[in-house]
């Protein structure tokens, strides 16, 4: 018999003195508070840019406690917007002004890239990719491909010179984010390594932080290196797998995505989501607790308490209405 799934955060509706807006994204719910901003990671789980019906079981503990863990340990390669995690599901930080592109870094032909590069397409988002490459094969050196930042809907691929030509990003701040990316893509890469993991790909978020003297800069904004924007092989027999041609064993929210292409799902018009049984959401639960470990190299402790949703707005009352 499948255990009932644990208790789970879809959406908050709080209202703490001082909040100045709220923006609600497919996973996270953002409040803001002057030049400041509290990330809740909600239970959520979207695919194809579509939000699942279903929550899943400390998947917004461990999102943000993954978050942090990286945003700490890549703060001397860029300045991110992180200030303080007060609760296992909410961290505080900086509030920027998001860029209007998603970075994208590829270090292996896989996801999208290799969907794009199996229908006959040679080139992304500007970038040419070499021919006779098979799926998850390793890049030539880790490119970048960038996309747009929907509100509503699909994210759409876009080339540098694309987004220069919109004026989206200056070309300073284009050379800047793009010279960051790499350079976190490199140090994401040493960490899973270390973990016995290959960093695959992953999207980084930027922003334009402007301080109370009018200084201004470009931090690190949302996520990074998560699940849910990354992509992780176990280097453990990856060559092997590779030469065989079988597929890579990974850790990453691709599960989800071929369990829904499998049944039929890719967020086009007309399909519908499958049906999400208990034990499909606490499958989901358990590989996102698996990755956790795998990549921090800690036991997951989920968060305790009676009532997420009150710790939660406790919390940001603590942290806000008190200052």
Known sequence: MTPTPAA????????????????????????????QLALIASDRISAFDVILPRTIP??????????????KNTADIVPNWLEKQ??????????????PIEVVVRGYLAGHAWRTYASGKRELCGETLPEGLKQNDKLPTPIITPSTKAQEGHDEDISKAEILAQGLVSPQDYAQIEKYALALFERGSQMAAERGLILVD?????????DEAGN?????????????????????????????????KQLSKE?????????????????????MTDAIVLHISQRYQELYEQVVGEKFVPAAGENLLLDIETALRSYFEQK
């Open 8 to 35: 789970t955060v879809n959406q908050t509706h709080f209202q703490i003195a001082g909040q100045t807006n709220f923006y609600r994204g497919k996973v996270r719910e953002v409040y803001y508070f002057g030049n």
């Open 58 to 71: 400390h998947k917004g503990q461990i999102l943000n406690q993954i978050a942090v863990y990286f945003l």
């Open 86 to 99: 007060i609760h296992p599901q909410v961290s505080v930080g900086k509030a920027a002004q998001p860029l």
């Open 202 to 210: 992953t999207k980084y978020e930027f922003g334009k932080y402007q």
């Open 216 to 248: 201004s800069q470009i931090i690190l904004i949302d996520e990074v290196h998560t699940p849910d924007s990354s992509r992780y092989f176990y280097a453990e027999g990856y060559e092997q797998r590779q030469e065989k041609g079988e597929k890579q």
């Open 255 to 275: 599960f989800v995505r071929e369990w829904l292409i499998e049944n039929g799902f890719q967020g086009r018009a007309g399909e519908s989501v499958p049906p």
